[in-house]
T-cell receptor
Framework: EAGVAQSPRYKIIEKRQSVAFWCNPI?????LYWYQQILGQGPKLLIQ????????DSQLPKDRFSAERLKGVDSTLKIQPAKLEDSAVYLC?????????????FGPGTRLTVL | DQQVKQNSPSLSVQEGRISILNCDYT??????FLWYKKYPAEGPTFLIS?????DKNEDGRFTVFLNKSAKHLSLHIVPSQPGDSAVYFC????????????FGQGTRLTINP
């Protein structure tokens, strides 16, 4: 079974530029998550999708971050414009069924450096 | 506010001995707890979990203990092996129909030969 795919793996941009990350979850997984992991901290949930609807985006900085999950499969996370404090690893995860406690499978992440 | 805390940033243990990683939480609504393991340049992988109705869950060399009154859980690895060297994250969830996980800061475990 293929795992969660993310691209790019690394990205370096200057502040005020825009950047987008892509995630392909495990086939058949209804729920998709985007996490931000700042160095020395644990992952922090940014947004959760169930199929193509948003379940929780309470911690997403909506003035600069946006995310979509078209057709309930792939997802993109965008930052526009980027700030220095956005430097982090952005992790995508997926789980089979939102009901109950299902294991979240994580992708390898995209390491973003904002200069 | 840091609802899940791992107060030890790092831990070094000799191969074959027991590794004990600790985690504290503040939110009494949490009813499910998980441990994830992370190698460099990879995403976290699920290791073991425990529901609040239990106080112990065991899976091979890994055991998780939950003390609800103290709002504390621990992960025991015995015997420790070099391949166990990784960052371990504690996570907690309150069933809200949305499976939102709150993670601790992580503990870097190093197993010395």
């Amino acid at each position: 079974e293929a795992g969660v795919a993310q691209s790019p793996r690394y990205k370096i941009i200057e502040k005020r530029q825009s950047v987008a990350f892509w995630c392909n979850p495990i086939s058949g997984h209804a729920t998709l998550y985007w996490y931000q992991q700042i160095l020395g901290q644990g992952p922090k949930l940014l947004i959760q999708f169930q199929n193509n609807g948003v379940v929780d985006d309470s911690q997403l900085p909506k003035d600069r971050f946006s995310a979509e999950r078209l057709k309930g499969v792939d997802s993109t996370l965008k930052i526009q414009p980027a700030k220095l404090e956005d430097s982090a690893v952005y992790l995508c995860a997926s789980s089979l069924d939102p009901a109950g406690y299902n294991e979240q499978f994580f992708g390898p992440g995209t390491r973003l450096t904002v200069l | 506010d840091q609802q899940v805390k791992q107060n030890s940033p790092s831990l070094s243990v000799q191969e074959g001995r027991i590794s004990i990683l600790n985690c504290d939480y503040t939110n009494s609504m949490f009813d499910y707890f998980l441990w994830y393991k992370k190698y460099p340049a990879e995403g976290p992988t699920f290791l073991i979990s425990i529901s609040s109705i239990k106080d112990k869950n065991e899976d091979g060399r890994f055991t998780v203990f939950l003390n609800k009154s103290a709002k504390h859980l621990s992960l025991h690895i015995v015997p420790s092996q070099p391949g166990d060297s990784a960052v371990y994250f504690c996570a907690a969830s309150a069933f809200q129909g949305a499976q939102k996980l709150v993670f601790g800061q992580g503990t870097r475990l190093t197993i010395n030969p």
